[in-house]
C-alpha cells in the first residue's frame, strides 16, 4: 500500500462550485499534514497545514482531518479557474520526534475548474 | 522576505558528466531539505540538513550523490556522474528549526531545477 495516496483526477467542478480533494495516508502515527499547489512547471506552493482532528479554514480553503480514519481533505468553496493546478498532500510519516522531519507526498490530483 | 531559491532553473547534461545544483534557504531557516520529483511520481525526500549537519540521508539514490551545507547556509547537490535515471525536478525546501515535539514545521519550496541527463 502506498504511503500516501490521491485520485490523480483530472477533478473537474464548475465556476463557483465546491471542489473536494481527498487523501488518504498509511501511517497510523502521522502527526502533521499539509496541501500545497503547484502549476504546470511551477514549486508546490503551501496553502494549507493541519495537525488536529477536525476542520481549519483559511479563506476559501478549509482542510478536515480524521485521524481515526487516516482521512485528509480540503475543500475550496466558489471555486475560480485560477484553482486549476495539482493538489499535493503531503504528510510526515512515523512518531515524530522533533518538529523537523521530511514530507511524504502523494501524487497529486488535477483540478479543472470550468467557467 | 526573499523566498527559497535554486539554481540553475534548468540543466541538459550527457550521461557521466557532473551537474552541481544549489539552494538558498530562506533567510533564519536551519532546516533544509532536498526533493526530487521524476516524471510520472510523486515527489520523493532525498535528504534533510539541520544547519549545517545532515540530519537523515535515507532518500539519497546512491551514492553518486553528494549533498553539502558548509556554514549552514546555503546547500549544494553535486551529481556525479549522471545517469538517465537522474532526470527529474529537483527541489529544496527550507523551514524553521523548530522546538515541537508533535508537529513539523511548514516548509517553503523553491522553483525547482530540472535536470536532464541525455
Known amino acids: 500500500q502506498k504511503e500516501v495516496e490521491q485520485n490523480s483526477g483530472p477533478l473537474s467542478v464548475p465556476e463557483g462550485a465546491i471542489a473536494s480533494l481527498n487523501c488518504t495516508y498509511s501511517?497510523?502515527?502521522?502527526?502533521?499534514f499539509f496541501w500545497y499547489r503547484q502549476y504546470s512547471g511551477k514549486s508546490p506552493e503551501l496553502i494549507m497545514s493541519i495537525y488536529s482532528n477536525g476542520d481549519k479554514e483559511d479563506g476559501r480553503f478549509t482542510a478536515q482531518l480524521n485521524k481515526a480514519s487516516q482521512y485528509v481533505s480540503l475543500l475550496i468553496r466558489d471555486s475560480q479557474p485560477s484553482d486549476s493546478a495539482t493538489y499535493l498532500c503531503?504528510?510526515?510519516?512515523?512518531?515524530?520526534?522533533?518538529?523537523?522531519?521530511?514530507?511524504?507526498f502523494g501524487k497529486g490530483t488535477r483540478l479543472s475548474v470550468i467557467a | 522576505e526573499a523566498g527559497v531559491t535554486q539554481f540553475p532553473s534548468h540543466s541538459v547534461i550527457e550521461k557521466g558528466q557532473t551537474v552541481t545544483l544549489r539552494c538558498d534557504p530562506i533567510?533564519?531557516?536551519?532546516?533544509l531539505y532536498w526533493y526530487r520529483r521524476v516524471m510520472g511520481k510523486e515527489i520523493k525526500f532525498l535528504l534533510h540538513?539541520?544547519?549545517?549537519?545532515?540530519?537523515?540521508e535515507s532518500g539519497m539514490p546512491n551514492n553518486r550523490f553528494l549533498a553539502e551545507r558548509t556554514g549552514g547556509t546555503y546547500s549544494t547537490l553535486k551529481v556525479q556522474p549522471a545517469e538517465l535515471e537522474d532526470s527529474g525536478v529537483y527541489f529544496c525546501?527550507?523551514?524553521?528549526?523548530?522546538?515541537?515535539?508533535?508537529?513539523?514545521?511548514?516548509?517553503?519550496f523553491g522553483p525547482g531545477t530540472r535536470l536532464t541527463v541525455t
Open positions: 525546501a527550507s523551514s524553521p528549526l523548530g522546538l515541537a515535539t508533535t508537529q513539523t514545521y511548514e516548509q517553503y
Open positions: 533567510s533564519g531557516h536551519d532546516n
Open positions: 503531503a504528510v510526515t510519516l512515523g512518531n515524530v520526534g522533533s518538529g523537523n522531519t521530511p514530507l511524504v
Open positions: 540538513f539541520v544547519k549545517e549537519s545532515k540530519q537523515d
Open positions: 501511517d497510523r502515527v502521522s502527526q502533521s
